[in-house]
T-cell receptor, first 116, second 113 residues
Framework: AQSVSQHNHHVILSEAASLELGCNYS??????LFWYVQYPGQHLQLLLK??????LVKGIKGFEAEFIKSKFSFNLRKPSVQWSDTAEYFCAVTGATGGGADGLTFGKGTHLIIQP | KAGVTQTPRYLIKTRGQQVTLSCSPISGHRSVSWYQQTPGQGLQFLFE???????NKGNFPGRFSGRQFSNSRSEMNVSTLELGDSALYLCASSSDRMNTEAFFGQGTRLTVV
């Protein structure tokens, strides 16, 4: 069975600090990888996704993530965070074959708090 | 265009009752997935429908069921409610079968007392 592990459950940073959130997955096949964000009181939104090609993907709001196949990792980064980045961040994986019928497998999430 | 709409937003039920939640996907989307979100277990996949057919189901008991209509709207039903079913139930829609990008609704907050 596939699984996703997010190493940091709570992260507190000051504005302008750099961010890296870890994500490792376990899946016996080719994967599609995602980072979703849930701002307070809002629905889950897609930050970025990786299907194939360049392992460094750029998403919205200055976020990027790097897929390292040998490490089964898909870490999220942002060079300089803002107070508005305070949110819950979820890493997710689904199989690249099978038509996505196995749904998204999510990590437990990282609660990020940015202090002004 | 309108996003994924889930109704109702909040629901309080008693143990042993059943409940039906509704999800209207983004217009043109044919894939609808359901997820349960709890503080302890996080986000867990319930099931996925495409063109009125359930394609897969997560590791949940048979009390959890769903269906999809010809207009792609979906409902999920939970029978014989237990306290542990209290959760945020999220619906997501996607334009294709690969779930290349899933758009989520605000969710239905179910409280079982």
């Amino acid at each position: 069975a596939q699984s996703v592990s997010q190493h940091n459950h709570h992260v507190i940073l000051s504005e302008a600090a750099s961010l890296e959130l870890g994500c490792n997955y376990s899946y016996g096949g080719t994967v599609n990888l995602f980072w979703y964000v849930q701002y307070p009181g809002q629905h889950l939104q897609l930050l970025l996704k990786y299907f194939s090609g360049d392992p460094l993907v750029k998403g919205i709001k200055g976020f990027e993530a790097e897929f390292i196949k040998s490490k089964f990792s898909f870490n999220l980064r942002k060079p300089s965070v803002q107070w508005s980045d305070t949110a819950e961040y979820f890493c997710a994986v689904t199989g690249a074959t099978g038509g996505g019928a196995d749904g998204l497998t999510f990590g437990k999430g990282t609660h990020l708090i940015i202090q002004p | 265009k309108a996003g994924v709409t889930q109704t109702p937003r909040y629901l309080i039920k008693t143990r042993g009752q059943q409940v039906t939640l509704s999800c209207s996907p983004i217009s043109g989307h044919r894939s609808v997935s359901w997820y349960q979100q709890t503080p302890g277990q996080g986000l867990q996949f319930l099931f996925e429908y495409f063109s009125e057919t359930q394609r897969n189901k997560g590791n949940f008991p048979g009390r959890f069921s769903g269906r999809q209509f010809s207009n792609s709207r979906s409902e999920m039903n939970v029978s014989t409610l237990e306290l542990g079913d209290s959760a945020l139930y999220l619906c997501a829609s996607s334009s294709d079968r690969m779930n290349t990008e899933a758009f989520f609704g605000q969710g239905t907050r179910l409280t079982v007392v």
